[in-house]
Nanobody
Framework: QVHLVESGGGLVQAGESLRLSCIIS????????VAWYRQSPGKQRELVAG???????NYVDSVKGRFTISRDNAENMMYLQMNSLKPEDTAVYYC???????????WGQGTQVTVSS
């Protein structure tokens, strides 16, 4: 069984930054793509950013230039650095992994990010 645990969420003002972390309990982490998703009330869960085992990244257009995804294969950790946060970034953020960043097999429990205007 694979477990993912996020941390780092919180309440910030618009324009501020947060860094989300996720630890993944699997020895196959280094060969799997990983991703951050988010879900706001009344909306579908959406892919925010993904990173391949080789470090190739993808971002949803709304966060390009503001968010950075990264991974530390040696520590089984992944991160999401979020800068210039906007109220529309308010959501529960989930780390996830699977065979691709779109075919997710495992989810974390989520961490709340709230951005006030």
């Amino acid at each position: 069984q694979v477990h993912l645990v996020e941390s780092g969420g919180g309440l910030v003002q618009a324009g501020e930054s947060l860094r989300l972390s996720c630890i993944i309990s699997t020895n196959i982490f280094s060969i799997k793509p990983v991703a951050w998703y988010r879900q706001s009330p009344g909306k579908q869960r959406e892919l925010v950013a993904g990173i391949s085992r080789f470090g190739r990244t993808n971002y949803v257009d709304s966060v390009k230039g503001r968010f950075t995804i990264s991974r530390d294969n040696a520590e089984n950790m992944m991160y999401l650095q979020m800068n210039s946060l906007k109220p529309e970034d308010t959501a529960v953020y989930y780390c996830a992994t699977g065979n691709t960043i779109y075919a997710i097999d495992y989810w974390g429990q989520g961490t709340q990010v709230t951005v006030s205007s």
